[in-house]
DNA sequence: TCAAGACGTGAGCGAGTATTCACGTCAGTG
DNA sequence: CACTGACGTGAATACTCGCTCACGTCTTGA
C-alpha cells in the first residue's frame, strides 16, 4: 500500500489541528485552514479521519494521552499522599509549559458544543484517575496519614478539582487572566511558591488536631 | 416612542436566548431559532441588539448579574469565615437548582470562541469576588481564626477555584457526569452532605495545629 | 518501459445561517 | 378620518465552511 504521508506527517496535522481547535474551540476552528497549515489538502484530511468531528476526536485522543503520560509517575508507587500531590502539582506545571493546548482542548470538551458526548468523556477521562484518587485517600485514611472523619470519595473530588483548576490557570486564556487577577502576574511565573501554597493547602486540609495526636502519644 | 415589545417580551428574549447558548454554544446556537422561539422576527433582535455577539453579551450580563445577586448576600457582612463559606456554599447549591443555565453561560465564556475578551470579561466578572476573597482571609488572618504562615491572595485562589468547580459540577452536562463518577449519583441530591464535607476541607485547610493552640492556652 | 491502480489534490458544490431591507401594521396627530 | 412615521416582520440575500469527486501524480511489478 502506497503511503505518502510519513508518520511525522500525520504527526503534524494533529499538532496542527490541536492548536487550532484550542485557539478557536471545535466549532469555529476551519478545516480547510487546519489543512493549508499543514500542508496538506483537505482531502486527505477526510481520508484519514472521519469528517471533521473524527479529525477533532482524533486530536483530543492524542492530548489526553500526553496528558495521562505527563501525570502517570506520580500516580504510581506508594508514596504518601503529600508527596504525590507535590509530584502531580509539579506534573501540571510541566505539562502546562510544555504543551499548553493540550489543556485547553481538555477543556474544550467541558463545554457546550460537546455535551452530547458528556457522559462518554467523562467515563473515559476521568475514571482512571478517580480511582486512583479515591484509592490514596482511603489507603492514607488507614495507614492514619490523614483523618478519618470524611468521605474519601468526596475528598478525592475536591482533591482534583483543585487541580484541574490549577491545570485550566496555566493554559487556557480566561483561567489565567483570573490567576493573575487574584494573586498578581509574577505567580503565574513563581512556580515553586504555587506548589508550596497549594501542599500547605492540602496538608491541613487532610489533617486535623484529631488525627494526628494518636501518633504523638 | 412606540414600544411594542414590553418589558417582559424583552426579558422572555434573554431567557431564551440564555437557554439557547447554554444548550449549543454561542458558535452553534442559531438566532433565526431564537428569535422564532421567542415568538418575535429575527429583525427584532437587530434592532434591540447588535447581532450575534451583541445579543451573546445581553444574556451574558444578565445571567452574571442573577449569579452575582445570588452570592452578594454571602459576601456582605462580617461573618466569620468558615460561616461565609457555608453561607457562600448553600447560594451556590441554590441557584444551580434555580437556574443551572446562568452557570452554563459563565463557564462557556471560559471556553474557546470567547478567547479575544477573556482578559476584559475576566476583569469584570472576577474582580469584585476577588477582592471580596482576599479581603476576607487577610481580616481573618488578623483576627487569629486562620493559619498565619499562608499567601492569602493565593489561599483566596484556591478558596474560589473549589466554589467554582462546585458551581459547574452542579450545572454543567460534563462536570455533573464527572461529579457522579467521584462520588456517586446520590450525591448530587445530597446537598447537605456536600456542604458538610466541604466545610471539613474548608476548616481544616485553613487552620494549622499551631495557629489553634493558642487558643487553647 | 509501461500499464495499473493507489493516493493526494483542491476547485467547487450545497447546506446552513447571520444579516438585511422592502413591506405591512398601528398608535398618535390635526 | 386621512396621514405620518415608528416599529415589527420574515422572505430574500450573502456568505461561510464541511465535504465530495474528477483529476493528476507517483509507485509498483512484469
Redesign the pocket.
Known amino acids: ?5 510519513s508518520e511525522a506527517k500525520l504527526q503534524e496535522i494533529l499538532e496542527t489541528g490541536i492548536s487550532e481547535f484550542a485557539a478557536h474551540g471545535p ?7 487546519i ?1 493549508k497549515k499543514s ?10 479521519y472521519d ?3 473524527g ?1 477533532f476526536k482524533a486530536c483530543l485522543k492524542q492530548a489526553l494521552r500526553a496528558l495521562e503520560a505527563a501525570i502517570e509517575e506520580a500516580i504510581q508507587g506508594d508514596d504518601k499522599i503529600l508527596v504525590r500531590a507535590e509530584k502531580l502539582i509539579r506534573a501540571i506545571q510541566r505539562s502546562a509549559k510544555e504543551n499548553p493546548n493540550y489543556n485547553v482542548l481538555y477543556h474544550e470538551i467541558t463545554a457546550g458544543s460537546s455535551q452530547r458526548h458528556a457522559a462518554t468523556l467523562a467515563a473515559e477521562i476521568e475514571g482512571i484517575s478517580s480511582r486512583a484518587y479515591v484509592g490514596f485517600i482511603a489507603k492514607a485514611q488507614e495507614d492514619g496519614d490523614i483523618r478519618k472523619d470524611i468521605n474519601p470519595r468526596l475528598f478525592a473530588f475536591f482533591f482534583d478539582n483543585m487541580l484541574t483548576m490549577l491545570q485550566f490557570s496555566y493554559s487556557c486564556e480566561y483561567y489565567r487572566e483570573r490567576f493573575k487577577i487574584y494573586c498578581g502576574e509574577e505567580m503565574l511565573a513563581d512556580d515553586e511558591r504555587v506548589v508550596q501554597e497549594l501542599l500547605k493547602f492540602f496538608e491541613s486540609a487532610f489533617t486535623t488536631e484529631q488525627s494526628q495526636i494518636p501518633h504523638k502519644r
Do not use: Q
Open positions: 500500500m502506497l503511503k505518502k504521508l466549532d469555529k476552528a476551519n478545516i480547510n485552514v489543512a500542508g496538506v489538502s483537505v482531502g486527505v484530511l477526510y481520508k484519514y469528517g471533521k468531528e479529525f
